[in-house]
């Protein structure tokens, strides 16, 4: 098993930036992928960012690339969610993921392990 809990969420103006951060604790060993995900009122959860525990390669929906950046510190089992020039329809809750499958790409995978969610609110 493997607990993540989620922090950094909170209200900006549209343009400012943010960081989430994903503290993990368990069996983080086994853990391969790591992925941020977001639900906006009315709308289904999509995918935002991954990347893999150990080797850090990392994936960006079309959304955020060149906005956002998905990194990790494997001293602190922490995967961080840094949030640039944010915009009013990136308001929604971010979820922190983890998987352990070991193998192939994270933007695939079904995700085991979930957080409770942060409320990130962008005005405009």
């Known amino acids: 098993q493997v607990q993540l809990v989620e922090s950094g969420g909170g209200l900006v103006q549209a343009g400012g930036s943010l960081r989430l951060s994903c503290a993990a604790s368990?069996?983080?060993?086994?853990?391969?992928?790591m992925g941020w995900f977001r639900q906006a009122p009315g709308k289904e959860r999509e995918l935002v960012a991954t990347?893999?525990?150990?080797?850090?390669?990392?994936y960006y929906a079309d959304s955020v690339k060149g906005r956002f950046t998905i990194s990790r510190d494997s001293a602190k089992n922490t995967v961080y969610l840094q949030m640039s020039s944010l915009k009013p329809e990136d308001t929604a809750v971010y979820y922190c993921?983890?998987?352990?499958?070991?193998?192939?790409?994270?933007?695939?995978?079904?995700?085991?392990?979930w957080g409770q969610g942060t409320q990130v609110t962008v005005s405009s």
């Open positions: 993921a983890a998987e352990n499958s070991g193998f192939g790409s994270c933007r695939y995978k079904k995700y085991d392990y």
């Open positions: 990347i893999t525990w150990s080797g850090g390669s990392t």
């Open positions: 368990g069996r983080t060993s086994s853990t391969y992928c």
